[in-house]
């Protein structure tokens, strides 16, 4: 039984959107993770809700979601509770694990590093299907039959790739702005050689257009990317997921905004449209 | 006529959220102030649209309530242009500028500064109740007719003191949070003893539970108050105004709210019934 230190509590839409540490068996260091419990939870404690992980983006934490991206009002109507886990252990002291923003802290792609000394902690993909996983469900009155998953940027990649290999955890999908083929772009190229070496078949299980014609899952995914965003072409590049779904008739909505950008400001804009389909995904 | 340096800018719920800078005549110094046109003004650029000044409190920067509040979704649903300034001119190298959190720098309080060396810059009431009010209405499609200003903490008590005090200019009036006898509080006495000097008739000009007995005003004033907020007993006092307030039948809605603190979850919890309140004043 995980122990969760209570960091900082706010009142919010009529929940409480929580803060928490512990120490992750997955991760061998302490993680954080914040949590929203919408009024229906506060009401009825011994109702199980339905619950959306929240995957962030690179250099964020627990709390860019909760501050920024105006979810909570829509879970509150809906009825959902919200998770949001730390992108990365931290303060561990390892070599370069605080030199750039889009490697190590703040940067662990929702994958298992293979590579030393990555390997000793960074089990982000350990860390959110299986023990937060659990832990939510032991935790707080969340029906773990209904849970689904969304993410931003690093966070949409995890999204995806997370659903696609865990159908029978997550039950609805979508991604705001998501790294789309990370195979194929720096980000991603320096993210798996780092965390997992250079065997191409080994990234190609975390990528979502690779993997998309793999999985068993058929969840309908709702994608949202700006028009404006500086990331789209260089990194994000979700044509080839587009693609790739068109080719299988996979059942994606992806909506390009016009004018609209990588920040929580776009995320913001779209949250409600997010929330209702996970809602009715779920319901 | 100024000129405005825009810094960024991002879409928001089909609005822009644009961040500026300028030479400010008042201040004598660089300014900054943030900008939300939402999507009526964009459709429209020759209708004049209320226009609400957001003053936000101490540490916060132009930036806080448009990333942290769910204004702009509102705003967009009723049509009203945002405007946040900074709390303060900042980076002018005078002593002690930096040293508190609660005074100087992020700390501007609203006023007009007299004792030296503040008052070759902090002269935030001039900046903001001539200034940027008429920037605004030379540079954005304001009308200047239909103002109205709301704030929080620092903010709330510049909100409320400076509606008092320009009953001409601002037409609605709200706050979350608000200082509201800052002549009876640490960071009030801090604040106007280092600004102002020691006479107590002028910091009386600028205490909104003492300005409520001579204004002229009667603008509806929505306020609404964390109960587990931890500056509520010690800096921000609300009895001292709801008492004032009752005491001349002033037109006052004062809401404790349960189980809420003085962050932006609680700001963000309450903003729709704000906006409505001077989207109505402001019809």
Same mark, same amino acid.
């Given at each position: 039984?995980?122990t969760l230190e ?8 009529g @929940?409480? %959107?929580?803060?928490?540490?512990h120490a992750?068996?997955a991760c /061998?260091? &302490?993680?954080n993770?914040? %949590?929203?419990?919408p009024?229906q ?5 011994? /109702?199980?809700l339905p %619950? ?6 690179l250099? #964020?934490?627990?709390?860019? !979601? !909760?501050a920024k $991206?105006?979810? *909570? *009002?829509y879970? $509150?109507e809906?009825?959902l509770?919200?998770? $949001?886990? &730390?992108?990365?252990p931290r303060d561990l002291?390892l ?5 750039s923003w889009?490697?190590g802290?703040?940067a662990?792609?929702?994958i298992?590093?293979? /590579?030393?000394?990555?390997n000793? =902690?960074?089990?982000?993909e &350990?860390y959110? %299907? ?12 969340a029906d773990m039959? /209904?849970?689904?998953?969304?993410g931003?940027s !690093?966070? @949409?990649h995890?999204?995806i790739?997370l659903?696609?290999k865990?159908?029978?955890k997550y ?8 790294i #789309? +083929?990370?195979?194929l #772009? ?6 798996f ?6 065997d191409?078949n080994?990234? +190609?299980e975390?990528d $979502? =257009? ?8 058929r ?7 700006g028009?404006e965003?500086?990331f ?6 979700p ?9 299988? &008739? ?5 909506r390009? *905004?016009?004018g609209?950008?990588?920040s929580?400001?776009?995320i913001?804009?779209f949250?409600e449209?997010?929330?209702r389909?996970?809602a009715k995904q779920?319901?």
């Open positions: 039984m995980n209570l960091i900082n509590q706010n009142h919010s839409f @929940g409480t %959107v929580t803060f928490y540490k992750s068996r /061998k260091t &302490d993680m993770f914040s %949590v929203y419990l009024p939870a506060l009401a009825e404690p011994n /109702k199980k %619950v959306l992980f929240w995957l962030s983006g250099t #964020c934490t627990e709390e860019n !979601m !909760m $991206a105006g979810a *909570q *009002q879970a $509150a809906l009825g509770i919200l998770i $949001a886990p &730390d992108t990365s002291n070599p370069k694990e605080n030199e889009d490697f802290s703040g662990g792609f929702y298992n590093a293979s /590579k030393s000394p990555w000793s =902690h960074y089990q982000m &350990d959110v %299907v299986s023990e937060l996983f659990d832990l939510v469900g032991e935790q707080f009155p039959n /209904k849970a689904g998953i969304f931003h !690093m966070g @949409g995890g999204a790739t659903a696609f865990y159908p029978e039950k609805s999908l979508s991604a705001f702005a998501p #789309c +083929a990370p195979t #772009c720096l980000w991603g190229k320096k993210a050689a780092g965390y997992l070496g250079s191409k080994i990234w +190609a975390h $979502a =257009h690779l993997l998309i014609k793999k999985t068993a899952a969840l309908p995914l709702l994608i949202d990317q028009s965003d500086p789209l072409q260089s990194q994000l590049l044509d080839h997921l587009v693609n790739a779904a068109n080719d299988i &008739d996979y059942p994606m909505h992806y390009l *905004q016009t609209y950008d990588h929580y400001y776009f913001a804009t949250m449209d997010h929330l389909h996970h779920l319901a």
